[in-house]
């Protein structure tokens, strides 16, 4: 039976992750609609990876809760979360360099069941031609943003109920990093998956999503919707630092 769109709503209440004896997170509370981009704004340090990480199941955290629709998911394993319709997109992009493009492919779809990999992977390829042509080179031989664009394109194969992306524009040029959000915002449009994205960079982040948080040192500092966050410079500069660029 399909996943109805309804399910895919986040919901993190009072998160708290602490790591030897010190809070990264504290008390964190958060939503995403179903269908929706929310960014996690923050400077290096302030929890936002962690973030991710408990929702995903690679952290177990001290206290809270975590929502997929009705199902809760805090504390279980990784791979429990990801057979729920979590899919996480790290930092470092999670890809395997000594594999193959497809074979990166094939083992982020092992999620689903055969048949329908193999229904969906010739599609994805189609899709992304530059990928096609070099479905059987070694990873490792892509370009920053050929391995972007795969690991977008993993995303698109498993079609997560939820997306957690970390620092898409990671080590891309600015060409690079605009192509790569406006990737990630039709996917969205495409598969209705809700989408929880952190970035540093504040101007592309608020660009793609409906709402926003930041984070400071593990804590809610401030949030809202793009429009008021970008009025609201002085406070914006004082928990992101003058240095991250808001266009």
Do not use: W
Request: hydrophobic content about 45%; charged content about 20%.
């Amino acid at each position: 039976m399909p996943t109805s769109v309804s399910s895919n709503n986040l919901r993190v209440e009072d998160l708290t992750v602490v790591y030897r004896g010190l809070p990264a997170l504290s008390s964190v509370s958060l939503q995403v609609a179903a269908g929706k981009i929310v960014a996690v704004l923050g400077a290096n340090g302030a929890g936002k990876t962690t973030l991710l990480k408990a929702i995903s199941g690679s952290v177990k955290p001290t206290h809270g809760r975590v929502f997929l629709g009705e199902d809760r998911i805090d504390g279980l394993p990784a791979y429990q979360v990801a057979r729920r319709g979590v899919h996480h997109l790290p930092e470092a992009r999670g890809l395997f360099r000594d594999l193959s493009l497809r074979e990166n492919l094939a083992l982020a779809a092992n999620v689903l069941p055969s048949r329908e990999v193999n229904e969906r992977l010739p599609v994805i390829l189609a899709r992304f031609p530059m990928l096609a042509e070099r479905a059987s080179v070694p990873t490792s031989t892509l370009s920053g943003g050929q391995q972007q664009v795969l690991a977008i394109a993993r995303a698109l194969l498993v079609k997560p109920r939820l997306l957690l992306v970390d620092e898409l524009s990671f080590g891309l040029a600015p060409m690079l990093a605009n192509q790569a959000f406006d990737l990630l915002a039709a996917l969205n449009r495409e598969l209705g998956s809700s989408v929880l994205l952190v970035e540093q960079n504040v101007g592309r982040a608020l660009r793609v999503c409906s709402y926003a948080y930041v984070l400071k040192n593990g804590v809610l500092a401030m949030q809202g919707d793009p429009e008021s966050l970008l009025s609201d410079r002085r406070l914006l500069y004082s928990y992101l630092g003058a240095e991250v660029p808001v266009h």
